[in-house]
């Protein structure tokens, strides 16, 4: 139930940081899903750096409340597959690869840098 808790705690304050950042990055975007972007890169590099720095150890708080709560909540796959479809769906096929394309290989290879 600890578990449970930590989790939904901390995917609550991770959902309000990621909306605070959409209003600041999404106003300032054209064509392109920057506010998406920002969110899952800042996630993915956050929880990349502090997984490898607390390799070993890390507590059930961090864990779950941290890694899979905060950072959970806070980053958005299902987004990023949105901004794309709606992307393609408007004809802009460029900007819809270019997602892809820079979020799979950001993602794959940012945490590990």
Do not use: C, K, Q
């Not at 449970?4 to 950042?21: D, N, Q």
């Not at 299902?78 to 460029?94: K, M, Q």
Request: aromatic residues 14%.
């Amino acid at each position: 139930m600890r578990a449970f808790l930590l989790v939904g705690a901390g995917g609550a304050v991770g959902s309000m940081i990621r909306y605070w950042v959409w209003t600041v990055v999404a106003p300032r975007s054209e064509g392109f899903p920057w506010a998406t972007m920002a969110v899952n890169l800042t996630g993915s590099f956050l929880l990349g750096f502090l997984a490898g720095l607390l390799a070993g150890r890390v507590d059930d708080v961090v864990r779950y409340g941290v890694f899979f709560g905060l950072l959970g909540g806070y980053t958005t796959f299902s987004t990023f597959s949105v901004d794309t479809v709606e992307l393609l769906r408007v004809g802009e096929v460029i900007p819809g690869v270019m997602n892809v394309v820079a979020v799979s290989y950001t993602h794959l290879t940012l945490p590990t840098t």
